[in-house]
Each structure stands twice: as C-alpha cells, then as structure tokens.
C-alpha cells in the first residue's frame, strides 16, 4: 500500500540515478553504433582514485610526518606509499591540505577528469587506432577493474570526510509541508535528492545536445549511416565554398 507513496519513489529514483546518468553517456554511444563494455570498471576505478585523493588531502600532514619518521626507523611499516607521499607535500605546498571542502573538490575533479581521459583514450584507439569499440572498451574493462583492486588493495576504499561528502551523497532539497514523522518533536521534510537532481538536469541537457544541436545530428546520422553521413557533410562543405 505504501509502495506508490512519495517516500518510497523516491528512494527508487535515488537508487536508478546513477545508473540513468551512467545511461545517458551510453545512450550517445550505442546511437553512434557502438558499445563501451568498461563503464562499471570505470566507475570503480574513478571513484576509488577521487576518494584517494581526497583522504589523502584530508590527512596529507600526519601522512606526511608519519611516512618521514616511519622512513628513518628499520621495520615500521610505511603507512602510505610514495605516491600518496608525494601528493600529501603536494597538497601541503599549494595550501589545499586539511580542508574538507577542497578535499571533496578535487576527489570530484580527479573523478571527472579520469572519465574524461578514459574516454579520450578509448575514442582515440577506436578513430585513430581502427579498433572495434568492443574490443577496445573491453580492454578497458579489464584494466580499470585491475587498477580499482590495485587502489582498493583488494578491499574497499571509504571516504575520510566528515560531513561534506556523506552529504552530498544523500541530502536534497526539502519539499516543503511534507513531515515523514508527524509524531516526531521536529518535523522531518521528504527530500529530493542530489543525484536525482543531477539526472534530470543532466537528461534534459542530454536531450537538448541529441535532439537540437549539430552535433546530435552528426551522432544520429553516423549511427545511422556512417558512409552516407561521411558525403553529406562533404556535400554542405562543397555547397558552402561554391
């Protein structure tokens, strides 16, 4: 009786909208005629190396003090490696250590930025290196999930943040006269969530970048009919300069 109610919908948004904004960047590739099989080693992978970089700029100063006097003492343990060393002095040089907000930043833009050079290398070994999208993303599959076992050494990776990253992750916008709890001293608002948000605005800008945009004509076309697609741009060109 309770399944259709506004609390439990949006439990199941909150549930599906990571794998819808995941959907969205498929949908693009699957309309172009292709596959990318490395999107679950991806995520594992860029997530484990943001949240990486994020612990690591929450504790760089006791990471750091601790691996330089765990250095001159035979038999202790190191209790980072020599890359997250060399991050923590990084992040304690540009004054970006020890902050949660900043921290938080840059786990996002490592992730980001990771997605977009996989993506960048995977469109390269496909255009320019003549590979099959499957074979190509599934050699990504493979790598990325070797690399997040690699970052997680064969467990998991958990975020370090207090408040901020947890936050993110399941706070949202308020309804307002909405009360979950109505014998509750306080009331307690039924929330949208961030990533549910985050879908329908990403699926709206989807929509709009496939459906009234150039660009979304040329991935219709190629997907379609790469070779024709291929003339009728030769054709505008040729129209245009005469």
Not at 4 to 10: D, Q, R, T, V
Not at 44 to 71: C, D, H, K, P, R
Not at 176 to 195: F, S
Request: a positive charge; charged letters at 10%; hydrophobic letters at 55%.
């Amino acid at each position: 009786p309770t399944f259709i109610g506004g609390e439990n919908i949006l439990n199941v948004l909150r549930q599906w909208s990571f794998v819808g904004i995941l959907a969205l960047g498929m949908t693009f590739v699957m309309t172009l005629g292709g596959i990318d099989l490395s999107v679950g080693s991806l995520v594992a992978f860029a997530g484990g190396l943001g949240i990486l970089v994020m612990n690591t700029a929450l504790g760089a100063a006791g990471l750091v003090t601790s691996y330089e006097a765990a250095l001159g003492q035979a038999g202790v343990p190191l209790p980072c490696g020599a890359f997250r060393y060399a991050l923590s002095r990084l992040f304690l040089q540009l004054g970006l250590a020890g902050r949660e907000g900043t921290a938080v930043a840059l786990g996002f833009a490592v992730i980001v930025a990771t997605g977009l050079l996989a993506g960048l290398l995977h469109g390269l070994l496909i255009s320019r290196g003549r590979l099959a999208p499957f074979i190509a993303t599934l050699g990504g599959l493979a790598g990325y999930r070797s690399l997040a076992l690699a970052l997680a050494n064969g467990g998991e990776v958990s975020s370090r943040s207090p408040s901020l990253f947890k936050a993110i992750g399941t706070g949202g916008i308020a309804l307002p006269g909405t009360n979950l709890a109505p014998q509750a001293p306080v009331p307690v608002p039924l929330l949208i969530p961030w990533p549910v948000l985050v879908f329908v605005v990403l699926a709206v800008l989807a929509h709009v970048l496939l459906n009234r945009t150039r660009y979304g004509r040329y991935v219709v076309a190629v997907g379609c009919n790469p070779r024709a697609a291929a003339y009728s741009r030769m054709s505008a060109a040729a129209a245009r300069n005469s």
